[in-house]
T-cell receptor
Framework: DSGVTQTPKHLITATGQRVTLRCSPR?????VYWYQQSLDQGLQFLIQ???????AKGNILERFSAQQFPDLHSELNLSSLELGDSALYFC????????????FGSGTRLTVV | AQTVTQSQPEMSVQEAETVTLSCTYD???????LFWYKQPPSRQMILVIR??????QNATENRFSVNFQKAAKSFSLKISDSQLGDAAMYFC?????????????FGQGTELSVKP
């Protein structure tokens, strides 16, 4: 157990639907990062939050949004889902210390049918 | 923008032998961090080893070591005495300091198979 909890582990939904992925960071970590891993795109950075505030944005689609709550858990919302959104979505957290290498959750496998 | 390149999509090694996975990166920053992550079939991302750019000494973690060549922007991973459990996808990653963003940028990965 890495200490980063992601739920659900698996999600199957239809095109056009909306889903929410949840992440609880490791205790004490203030930063949360979301990554998308698809077969042909590798690990793509989506968005970062630090202590409730958006810190950096990557190649995140406008149909996707995220937030970090006061208790530091984060949610990634995916709407108007398309077949191409099927992927493994990782959450990672870090302390913010200089040599910290992120701790990853086990991921949420999203399948859009 | 920083980029990370892993030129070996697949590698194979005999059990108990040594294998080296290659990684190059591009950056204009002088201060940064480099990492190797392992992703076994369970899909969990596991940190293998880390290197700070300002440290000349190559990092070592048990059977895992790196060859960090800052001028050449090269960061290879050597796995000694390979074990069946080392079979996985290996990702090289670059990270700038947290006060400059701190996001991890990954290479495309190298699939390592270990033959008994």
């Amino acid at each position: 157990d890495s200490g980063v909890t992601q739920t659900p582990k698996h999600l199957i939904t239809a095109t056009g639907q909306r889903v929410t992925l949840r992440c609880s960071p490791r205790s004490g970590d203030l930063s949360v990062y979301w990554y998308q891993q698809s077969l042909d795109q590798g690990l793509q950075f989506l968005i970062q939050y630090y202590n409730g505030e958006e810190r950096a944005k990557g190649n995140i689609l406008e149909r996707f949004s995220a937030q970090q709550f006061p208790d530091l858990h984060s949610e990634l919302n995916l709407s108007s889902l398309e077949l191409g959104d099927s992927a493994l979505y990782f959450c990672a957290s870090s302390t913010g210390q200089a040599d910290d290498g992120y701790t990853f959750g086990s991921g949420t496998r999203l399948t859009v049918v | 923008a920083q980029t990370v390149t892993q030129s070996q999509p697949e590698m194979s090694v005999q059990e108990a032998e040594t294998v080296t996975l290659s990684c190059t990166y591009d950056t204009s920053e002088s201060d940064y961090y480099l990492f190797w992550y392992k992703q076994p079939p369970s899909r969990q991302m596991i940190l293998v080893i880390r290197q700070e750019a300002y440290k000349q000494q190559n990092a070592t973690e048990n059977r895992f070591s790196v060859n960090f060549q800052k001028a050449a922007k090269s960061f290879s991973l050597k796995i000694s005495d390979s074990q069946l459990g080392d079979a996985a996808m290996y990702f090289c990653a670059y990270r700038s300091p947290y006060n400059q963003g701190g996001k991890l940028i990954f290479g495309q990965g190298t699939e390592l198979s270990v033959k008994p």
